[in-house]
């Protein structure tokens, strides 16, 4: 699975790169991340990465997944974060790819999920495309509050 969506925001490009560039922002404004936390066996020395739980719920019907991920790609204009695991076991991808550059008057964000695991399947496709929508307005206003 692979969903990409955008999002124009009125402010610089660092700002907006700010929020997405760290995990520990998300559930601020993505509810379907009510936790990610540093993970404190990461090494002092090597990418950051942190532990995320990621919740969904449609109707009486939810599901949970607890995944470690890591910050591959710090730039700028470009932040990546991959699953990695540790448990020495084979666990389906996901990688957040984000972009962030100036655009018009502000900045504008892709972002890119792929998922290669069956979690939900169809039903999180449309889950996720569903709260994307949702969590533009909160990405904006905490943009603009700074």
């Not at 990418?47 to 890591?70: D, F, I, N, Y």
């Not at 470009?78 to 990695?84: G, L, S, T």
């Not at 008057?105 to 999180?124: C, E, I, K, P, Q």
């Amino acid at each position: 699975m692979d969903v990409t969506a955008s999002l124009d925001a009125p402010c610089p490009p660092d700002r907006l790169r700010t929020w997405v560039g760290d995990l520990d922002r998300y559930p601020a404004w993505l509810s379907i991340v009510p936790r990610a936390e540093p993970d404190p066996a990461a090494p002092g020395d090597g990418p950051a990465a942190w532990q995320v739980e990621l919740r969904a719920t449609l109707g009486p019907l939810a599901r949970s997944k607890r995944l470690r991920m890591v910050r591959t790609v710090d730039e700028p204009d470009h932040v990546r974060f991959e699953r990695a695991e540790t448990d020495g076991r084979n666990h389906s991808p996901w990688v957040l790819d984000a972009t962030v550059v100036a655009h018009d008057d502000g900045a504008r964000l892709v972002m890119t999920l792929h998922y290669g695991g069956s979690f939900g399947g169809n039903l999180l496709e449309r889950l996720l495309s569903d709260e994307i929508e949702a969590s533009k307005p909160r990405l904006l206003a905490l943009v603009a509050a700074g």
